[in-house]
């Protein structure tokens, strides 16, 4: 009988890429609210989601540094269950109600990666940097800087710098609405490609999330241009606050929104 | 419209991790046939898979350093569409028939990574070497040695040695066998977790497959131990030919042999 | 007028591999004591440097997790200027003085990797991992674990474990001694190349020294058998305590001990 | 007694980052032809070059994919001796006599990196690609179309395309100057910095070169915009001829053209 949440399936169950939820994430996030082109960024919603006409292209870049653990001690593991991942989030509407789409996402190795897709989020592989803080480094103030980037295959696909502001308790209306991704797995035979294996709208659901400390300030953003990527489409024309935060959540479940492998 | 046969789909199609099938392949194999222990292997085989009794745990152990395209001239983008793999091939049987069944692959990047998936090869990624020969090298001949390597999350997985002995105008009986692989995606949300969304077994297709510049000879194989990983629980107790040679192929088709999602 | 501090040395001097002295540095600290075996260990040791016979083979094994940065925050570019680093301090005795001597070193990236070499640091490019806590993580504890580990070119060359116990004011005798190494460059010329060009041992200066969050607990530590390496020769035949601890300091001078290129 | 061409130097010599020379390579080039701003590249050349009058900006971008192995079949250690390289070569004049200078050189493995710094090339860590040609694959002609790129710390550095049009017996003029290189090692101390350690310019010397499988046709190259690196001074303002071919020599020495420590 074999055994694993994902591939390899093997005899017991200990070669499987991730281990299966409950899965426990710590980190730090630096993100970057922007707006990009609204013309352009409807183009990257799915069947059954919806640009928000309130926020025109509002988005979110956000660059993720964290520790993954599940159910035995994978933090013990740093190589494999470390990950730097970066994302962005577009304001959109789902059935009336203000949801966060994902149309890119990048993160540096092989666990991550498949438990993005296996969560609706379009992983890639990049490498992903941001400057951190220690706790023998100066304390964050006014005036700290951090910088953080995303490349891929040798390009450079984004670039943030932040300048920290004042402390905050709370994320001020940024990355407050639920998230809404795809769950997408093509069929392989050449007779039935022209529909999908696995295409569902879902929402993943988050528990336990903390923030904490939350510094807001000025942000500045670019996506330059690139070649086999599209993230440049959604580049910033306006470019809003940046946020230098710590988090902690779990996941262990989805709501199915939408079947749309019909 | 979102375009693209992966993820991420996008307006324009070019972000997508691997394009659409017809796929082509150029490259170079080391390979190593070898015996795990049968009362071990057998424990990898899924349903409807079983051992091949006559053969008794024969499998070959493959290193490719190969080059992809598709319709686009994807070998101008070399960061992107060359690869370095590694899989195992475990002999067995599928109604009556004789097949090759591969229980564990690597690879070294995302978009080698994704079609293997999509094909039903269990890639993780993982770093793969092997010795080369080029065009200014001293010609292969008797006594031509060549190693191979991969590891993953830093811990050796498995490493060749092959000494030539004489040219071949055929692969002797080795990598003769149609193989039999199974596309796996699992469901996320808590309630429908224990059945899993695709699960199909398949034959893929291979065209025009040609192997050149055949050599034969001695091999040597070790899977050493390693943590989060099960390939050393197949690890020879016997090892016999190696071969190097070069290959070019294409996929463009599986047939779906048996679906058990159910 | 070409300028920098290290090659390549360029019109602007921005292309150099790091940036002049003196260079800011902070991060996190995993480390094992242990002691290797007398006998093997003062092999590693170099002309002028005698083996510690007080200590009889106690070394520390460390595990570095760190951002750099000179004059021009260079934290601001996190892809060139963060680094993982991994050495091991053998006590020894330098004209009567007790110092420690490093006889191996892996850092993961080129600009540490000439910083290294330039202090005298025989670093080699590695891959080095260590268990991380978040502001958002639970606070350190007795019994929190943490692991790490080095590999490189795939062979996985040190693993260690620490258990936490009790948070301390100070690293109680671990990391007190100045450390010694060696500067050394070859002569490339077939007729000169019985001598060094560069061959002197220094004490690197390190000035603002802060350790901070220390906690001692157990520890557990592995030297795996590799090839190309020798670091498993130094393997523990005995382990002490675990540390994990922050800290920062700069370093902009050394002091030249001697010079052993006659 | 310590052992070791380069550092660590080790009581075995087996942990050294490369053996002593004499060392052999063979492997595949790409290269494209160009010419930079004369006005520019003259910035590049040290005290003792002078710029080619005749020949004004005239440069070779040169991309290689290659084994080493010195005196222990080290070519059966891949993972440790493959390595793919960028260099630019700009026509220069020492004493009268046209040679190459190189500015600028980067390396994938830390093996590749020490070599280069003990010859004189000014080596950073890149990550390299070119398209390949294999065994199985369609024989080269006319308008086959090969690409090559090199990217460091996620940001492109510079990109070929070529499209053979004939095969040559030789290489029609193109890498025929020797090579002029500055090995260099800076001081440490902050009393001795204003001077460095070594600074000699240099010409290695090749044996047994032999380059096969010419082909000669257009090129096509890009230098882009990148911080933190100076390659984009020098791109192209024309671009010339594209070869694609394979090569092999050896290195055993070098010459010293002068010292410039003083």
Redesign the interface.
Known sequence: M?KG????????G??A?TP??PWHF???VLAVEYWSDPD?ST??L?EGIEPDAKTKGHSVAIFMD??FTARN?E??????Y?SRGFLVLLDAIWQGAPVAWC???YVD??AA?IRG????Y????G?V?????????PPLANNS???????A????LAQA?ITLRERSDDLAGLLDRPIVT?????R????G?QTS??DEL?R?ISENM????IWIGEGALAFPET?????D?LAPIKVGRGVRC???YSI?????LSDLTV
Request: with cysteine; aromatic share 12%.
């Open positions: 074999l949440f994902v591939v390899p399936r093997s005899p017991l200990a070669a890429l299966p939820p710590a980190g730090d352009l183009d990257v799915p964290y520790q001690e933090h013990l593991d740093p190589g494999r470390q149309p890119y996402a190795n092989d990666l897709w296996v969560c609706g379009p992983e890639k592989l490498s940097h941001q400057t951190r803080t220690f706790a023998a480094s800087r951090f910088a953080a980037c995303v490349s295959h040798g390009q450079l710098h795809r769950r997408y797995f093509p392989f035979s050449a007779g490609r294996a696995v879902v993943p903390v923030f904490t400390n070649l086999g990527e599209e993230l489409i710590s988090f902690s262990a479940d989805c709501a199915i």
